[in-house]
């Protein structure tokens, strides 16, 4: 048996059911779509009812970013919310055409952007098991250096496939990189990527055909495609007996990881993966505020708590 629901007041019903007929003769939309707008609109209602609210004129941005809040405290789904407030915002629209409202009050109002879940990071053992790769083999030699650089400066994998010989400077151990929006940044890059590097230019030209200038080649002598890159990653993962799905997205969010863990240096990590924004790099590494906040109150010299009796 279903709940009972209290009747809805009538200045909020009235219109509800001039909108459902709207729907019916003048939109002809299926019945599953009507009947999905009248579960969300009368289920708002009834949030407003229970606000003491009377009619739809009643209702201005801060009531719907209300209903927002109430959704989310109930656990609804980003995208649930969104169809939500997609159903309400059609709702004063019909009401400003047929004059009822002078604005649409939901217009502003936007649910939550619905987080990318984020790669699990391989931990320093699984990274250091996929990386015993030794074989004289050119390929062998590429996939390793591939491997070495992306885990060793955080690449994108566009990045890394965009990037040419001319690029490369071992001597100061930078490479010149394209990132989102062509944006041009310098990465270092040392250690065991620097020398996996050198040695796979040592071995690029019996791969090479022609004059591709690319740093990664495939077999056919011609620039590695990203699709071959994950490929090839895959088999390396499984090859090495890792327990983790390999994929180059994953290398460079345990590059980020890691050198966070060590260095606690938000700054630093935002400027090697390239973000813009800082808030960016803040979800990337699973940061929360109650970490940023103990680094805070540890280091600034303004956040140490003075004495009882000072």
């Known amino acids: 048996m279903s709940e ?17 007929e709207y729907l019916r003769s003048e939109k002809g939309l299926s019945l599953h779509t009507q009947r999905n707008y009248k579960q969300q609109l009368e289920t708002m209602a009834q949030h407003l009812a229970q606000m003491g609210l009377k009619d739809w004129t009643q209702v ?6 209300q209903l927002a809040s109430k959704g989310m405290r109930e656990g ?28 649409n009050p939901a217009k502003g109002v936007s649910a ?20 015993e790769v030794d074989d004289d083999d050119p390929l062998a030699i590429r996939d390793r250096a591939i491997m070495e650089l ?12 965009s990037i040419d010989v001319r690029d490369v400077h071992l001597r100061s151990g930078e490479i010149r990189v394209i990132g989102k929006g062509d944006k ?19 071995v690029r030209p019996s791969l090479l055909k022609g004059d591709d200038p690319a740093l990664f080649i495939s077999k056919l002598g011609q620039r590695i495609s990203h699709r071959n890159i994950q490929k090839r990653m895959a088999e390396w993962g499984q090859k090495q007996g890792v327990a983790s799905h390999i994929s180059p997205h994953k290398l460079r969010h345990s590059f980020a990881t890691h050198v966070l863990e060590s260095s ?38 303004r956040a140490k708590k003075k004495g009882n009796n000072g």
């Not at 201005?60 to 970013?65: G, K, L, T």
């Not at 609804?76 to 400003?96: C, E, H, P």
């Not at 939550?112 to 990386?131: A, M, S, T």
């Open 112 to 131: 939550p952007r619905k987080q990318r879940p984020l790669p699990k990071n391989l931990d320093v053992d699984e990274v250091g098991q996929l990386l």
């Open 150 to 161: 992306m885990y060793g400066a955080g690449l994108r994998l566009a990045e890394l496939v």
């Open 76 to 103: 609804m789904k980003a995208s649930s919310l969104s169809t939500r407030l997609s159903s309400l915002r059609s709702f004063f629209d019909f009401l400003v055409l047929r004059g009822e409202l002078s604005a």
């Open 60 to 65: 201005d941005a801060a009531w719907v970013r």
């Open 264 to 301: 606690n240096n938000l700054r630093a990590v935002q400027e090697l993966l390239g973000h813009e924004n800082i808030s960016t790099t803040q979800i990337y590494t699973h940061l929360d505020f109650q970490h940023l906040a103990q680094a805070y109150d540890q280091a600034h010299p």
């Open 184 to 202: 041009e940044r310098k990465v270092p890059f040392s250690g065991q990527a620097k020398e996996w590097v050198e040695r796979w230019l040592k």
């Open 4 to 20: 009972s629901v209290a009747p809805l007041p009538k200045g909020l019903e009235k219109s509800l059911l001039r909108f459902y």
